[in-house]
């Protein structure tokens, strides 16, 4: 089944809390808190403003202490993390550990140590100007099917970067297991509709 995730915006938004748990309350699967250089305690008031049913489906992507105290879903590292953490961070059982990878030869690199992955940019960045996609979908097609039969184990990939409705439909068939979105939320005066609509595009 295609998951579609969504990353928060990365600075506050007016009424955060409210339009987060709205995503959820729709049905959305994961949600990731990226909120880069936040201090814990702003981010711990972020997550003690979503309704605690929703605290299962929360990522964070800083903070570790955090997911463990919230009994949150899972922890996602960035490339500079990764480098410093170095053995697997302490979870619970069931919190899933995930990262963002640039690069097929990353996926090759990493695919035993995490629960799944991202790989960016499939498509150029709304989000990020100039942040423009390296890959041709054809050739990740290839590498995953490749590691799936001839390694033996290929982790989940989502497609992250540039996914709008127009092109999330390409993705199942590329062999990604899902995508995380942003851009196309966030720039939206209605995510929960945003989000609806990239939904239907892969059913």
């Known amino acids: 089944m295609f998951r579609l995730l969504v990353i928060?915006?990365?600075i506050a938004l007016p009424d955060e809390p409210r339009l987060l748990t709205n995503l959820l309350d729709a049905g959305l699967p994961s949600l990731h808190l990226r909120k880069p250089g936040w201090p814990a305690a702003q981010v711990?008031?972020?997550?003690?403003?979503?309704?605690?049913?929703?605290h299962k489906r929360l990522v964070?992507?800083?903070?570790?202490?955090?997911?463990?105290?919230?009994h949150l879903g899972g922890l996602h590292l960035t490339g500079a993390q990764r480098a410093a953490t170095g053995?697997?961070?302490s979870l619970r059982s069931g919190q899933t550990l995930s990262t963002s990878l640039h690069s097929?030869?990353?996926?090759?690199?990493?695919?035993?140590?995490y629960d799944y992955v991202f790989?960016?940019?499939?498509?150029n960045s709304i989000s990020k100007q100039g942040y423009a996609s390296g890959f041709q979908l054809p050739e990740v097609q290839k590498c995953l099917e490749l590691l799936a039969t001839r390694v033996g184990y290929c982790p989940h990939?989502?497609?992250?970067?540039?996914?709008?409705?127009?092109?999330?439909?390409?993705?199942?068939?590329?062999?990604?297991?899902?995508?995380?979105?942003?851009g196309t939320i966030w720039q939206s005066i209605d995510p929960v509709a945003a989000w609806r609509q990239l939904t239907a595009q892969t059913l």
Not at 44 to 54: D, Q, S, V
Not at 104 to 113: K, M
Not at 119 to 123: A, D, E, H
């Open 157 to 182: 990939v989502l497609a992250l970067g540039g996914v709008a409705a127009e092109n999330i439909g390409l993705l199942p068939s590329a062999g990604f297991a899902g995508a995380a979105v942003l």
């Open 119 to 123: 790989l960016s940019p499939i498509f």
């Open 87 to 89: 053995p697997r961070p």
């Open 60 to 70: 964070l992507h800083e903070h570790p202490e955090l997911v463990r105290q919230y």
């Open 104 to 113: 097929l030869a990353e996926i090759r690199r990493h695919r035993r140590r």
């Open 8 to 10: 928060t915006a990365p």
């Open 44 to 54: 711990e008031t972020l997550i003690r403003a979503i309704p605690t049913p929703f």
